[in-house]
Structure formats: C-alpha cells, structure tokens
C-alpha cells in the first residue's frame, strides 16, 4: 500500500516535467513545514482569497479563475488552510458550475488548468478519474480524489507578499498620476497667461510640445511610462516658467498683488504715530513724538539721530553683508537665498505684501528712496514688524522724509545693531 497519490493524469492527458515539478515542490514545503520555521503553512482562506485577488497578475490568472478557485475553496469546510496535509475537495462539474455562477463546463476546465499551471492547486485523480471519497465504518473520509487545495496554503506568503508590492507599486502609481496633472495643468496656464498677457516668448512652440504630453494615458500604464511623462512635463514645465518670469519687468511682482496681499492698506496715519512707530523701531526715546511745546522736536524736523544731519537719498547701499547681519529676517522669506542685491529687491517686494504695504505706497516708496533703500527699508520695518502697528504707514511717513531729501536708512540699520548688541 502506498500513500502517494497517482502522478499521471487520467484519460488521455500525457506526462509532463511541470507536474512532477509542482508535485516534488509541494513535498519539499510540507517536509520544510515539520522541520520548524517561521512559515506555518496555515492561512485564513479567505483573507489568503483576497490578497491573491490583487496579485493575480503576478501568477498569469484572470478574475474568472479567481472566481473559479473561490469556488473550489467553498467545498472546504475549515476557514483555514493548512497546507501540512493534502486539502482534498471533490465537487462534481454540475455543482461547481453552479457556485460559478453557472460557467460553461470548457470555460470551467479551461480556468482550473490555469489554476494547476499558476502551482495553486493540484489534481488528485482517481483509478476511474471520478471525484469522490471513501469512508470508513465510523464516516471519516478515508481517501479523496479530487483537487487539493494544500498548494495555495503553502503559497499564502508569497501571495501575501506580492500583494503588498503591488499595492505599493499601485500607491507609487497614483502618486505619479497626480505629479503628472499638476505639472500638466500649471503648464497649461502658464502658456495661456503668457498668450494673454502677450509676453515674450515661444509660447505657441511650447503649446505644441504640451499636446501630445496631454494625451491621456493608459489604464494600466507601467510606472516607466508614467514617469517618463511627468519628467517631460517637468522639463518643458522649467522652460515655460523661466521664459514667463523672463517676461516680467521690474516694476511687476512674481504674483498679483490683489492675490498675494492679505492686508491691503492705503491710508496715511497721523504725524504723531508715525514719529512714535519711528522711535519704537529704534527702540528708544519719548513715545509722545512731540517736545513740550508740540513742534514735534528733532525727529519731527528730520534731524534727531535716527535720520542724521546731512540730509542724503538714493546714496550708496550699504554692503549686503552689513544688511544681512542685522537683517536676518529677510533671507529667511528668499526661495533660494540671497546672493546679491536682485534676491534682496525680489524678496523685499514679497515682504511688503505680508507686512499690509499697498503697491500705490511701495511704488511711491522706490521712486523717492531708489530700489535698494526702499528695500532695506522694508527690511527693516521686517525686522521690527511686531512693534510697528501700521507698516504701510509708517513707510509712507519714511518716504515724505524721502521725498524732501531727509531719510537715509542707515541709522535704522545702526540702531537695529545697537539693539543687537544690547
């Protein structure tokens, strides 16, 4: 007598290596399964039913098999699958072509061979090639022919496990997807806002280089494919950016000033505040702005320390060194740092709309101080935003003082580094 089962198939079917293969593979993981380890060889059928679902591409099956094994595995009393023991079920063609939703006998054979290529299940035929089991006296199943079900417990890790990568691989996916319709619609506008706005540039180029870059793209588009388009949309994404900003002129911001503003001042406050936010910024002296009289004192006439006594606009600059040392504020808001004057005037312009500084007060700002001042000005007022209650005011009251060839912003600096120094 022998406890192996027969190795052949029944009828006319011929011998192949692959069956001996997949046989030998099943006895050489039940041997490994009594030696110990980590791989118990048991799985939760249906959870195991799942994961095999989102990984049925990887073992070549389609949904129609997976409906067909999910059937077979309703013959199996147990929720769990242990694969130490063969798991024979023996259903006839009738009734599992009727948990099959009534497939087709040649449809049924064909998705139960896919089954046996793909190693999840094995043939167990009988000497008459019928399924059925024996009994003994006490109804216990003595032998069974049928299919076994023991390969696909055997297989739960791996299947577990390609599932995962596949989910992963699904998330990295759908992450691309998403870069490539950013990219995709942040080209577009930008083409479309260099076309109405009539800048310079090849705009008509790069909106033929954006069409064929917009096509849709295949369901089940491989993740190569996926980014290689978002990397060609970032590239031309570069050149269109570059070539809008290239357009700007200086007196325009990277962003309109209705959008990007979220404090929008343009009113004058009074003298007596202004002197007083003044004071503040230096950080000393009375907070009145006014000497007993009322004239206003020093600092009302533009000779108290803060302003100095040679009147002087649109000077030299001072080092960016000196600028960046007491105003360390500023470089914090640049995108890239600051190297030069330039990433001062672009970020300084950025600062003013945070700070509640109307485009009509930095506009008349620039043009009584000169670009550079009127920067270091404002980096400045950044520097002690939290005591000036009205930034847009009081750079209008520093621009009257400007404008009457009164202001330099080099004693704010100095008293910025005094307080430093304190």
């Known amino acids: 007598m022998t406890d192996r089962f027969a190795t052949t198939p029944f009828g006319g079917g011929r011998v192949r290596a692959a069956d001996f293969q997949r046989r030998e593979t099943v006895e050489r993981q039940r041997s490994a399964l009594k030696e110990g380890g980590n791989d118990t060889g048991r799985a939760e059928k249906w959870q195991l039913l799942r994961a095999l679902s989102e990984a049925r591409s990887v073992y070549g099956l389609s949904d129609r098999a997976i409906a067909v094994l999910e059937a077979l595995m309703s013959f199996h009393q147990s929720r769990e699958l242990d694969g130490s023991a063969p798991i024979i079920v023996f259903p006839s063609n009738a009734e599992l072509s009727l948990r099959c939703r009534g497939m087709a006998d040649a449809t049924l054979r ?28 006490h109804g216990g199943v003595e032998s069974a022919f049928g299919f076994d079900l023991s390969p696909l417990a055997l297989a739960a890790a791996g299947i577990h496990t390609a599932a995962e990568e596949l989910r992963a691989y699904a998330r990295l996916c759908q992450r691309v997807r998403g870069e490539i319709t950013i990219h995709m619609r942040d080209t577009g506008k930008i083409i479309e806002a260099g076309l109405a706005e009539k800048r310079a540039g090849d705009w008509q180029g790069f909106m033929l280089a954006l069409v064929p870059l917009s096509r849709r793209m295949a369901r089940q588009a491989s993740l190569d494919l996926l980014e290689a388009r978002r990397d060609n949309l970032v590239r031309l994404r570069a050149q269109v950016e570059t070539a809008y900003l290239d357009g700007l002129s200086e007196q325009e911001m990277s962003a309109n000033d209705v959008d990007s503003e979220r404090h929008y001042q343009n009113s004058k406050t009074e003298p007596q505040f202004e002197t007083r ?146």
């Open 110 to 137: 064909r998705h139960i061979a896919a089954l046996v290529e793909a190693g999840l299940i094995l043939r167990r035929d009988s000497p008459n090639g019928k399924r059925y089991c024996r009994r003994d006296d």
């Open 277 to 422: 936010s003044e004071k503040e910024l230096k950080g000393g002296g009375d907070q009145s702005g006014e000497d007993a009289d009322g004239s206003g004192g020093d600092h009302a006439r533009g000779e108290g320390p803060e302003f100095g006594r040679a009147p002087e606009t649109k000077g030299e600059p001072v080092p960016l060194s000196y600028l960046l040392g007491v105003c360390p504020t500023l470089a914090t808001y640049a995108k890239d740092g600051i190297a030069g004057w330039r990433e001062v005037l672009k970020t300084a312009d950025l600062v003013r709309s945070m700070l509640g500084i109307s485009p009509d007060a930095w506009q008349r700002a620039r043009t009584a101080m000169g670009e550079i001042n009127a920067a270091i000005t404002v980096a400045a007022i950044l520097e002690r935003a939290e005591m000036i209650r009205s930034p847009g005011g009081y750079l209008r009251a520093l621009t009257e003082r400007a404008e009457l060839g009164q202001f330099s912003p080099k004693p704010m600096l100095a008293a910025l580094e005094k307080s430093e120094d304190a």
